[in-house]
């Protein structure tokens, strides 16, 4: 019923930028809090920026200042702005939303199918 669909990873040496998207789509009835994690081999999944639907925004300290966070809730989408990227940033970028689907509502989590951030010269 719900699809979570990210783009936007790749390979891009230290210094350098990129932009993840997340669009949700199916049968929404609203959208809570939306965010990303990331794994890194041989790591847990971490938590790395989180907005909530008033806009309220958490970023893991060692992104504060570097990564961006923002959604359009017209688009259903989640944007991670992410600048001067780090090798330690490498690892596989997960979005994150709690969506409210169906009648009588049911809030869920849902997971997109992640993408690779490779940050290496």
């Known amino acids: 019923q719900v699809q979570l669909v990210e783009s936007g990873g790749g390979l891009v040496q230290p210094g350098g930028s990129l932009r993840l998207s997340c669009a949700a789509s199916?049968?929404?009835?609203?959208?809570?809090?939306m965010g990303w994690y990331r794994q890194a081999p041989g790591k847990q999944r971490e938590l790395v920026a989180l907005?909530?639907?008033?806009?309220?925004?958490t970023y893991v300290r060692s992104v504060q200042g570097r990564f961006t966070i923002s959604r359009d809730n017209a688009k259903n989408t989640v944007y991670l702005q992410m600048n001067s990227l780090k090798p330690e940033d490498t690892a596989v970028y997960y979005c994150?939303?709690?969506?409210?689907?169906?009648?009588?509502?049911?809030?869920?989590?849902?997971w997109g199918q992640g993408t690779q951030v490779t940050v290496s010269s």
């Open positions: 199916g049968s929404i009835f609203s959208i809570s809090a």
């Open positions: 994150n939303t709690q969506i409210t689907t169906g009648w009588p509502p049911v809030r869920d989590d849902y």
């Open positions: 907005i909530t639907s008033g806009g309220s925004i």
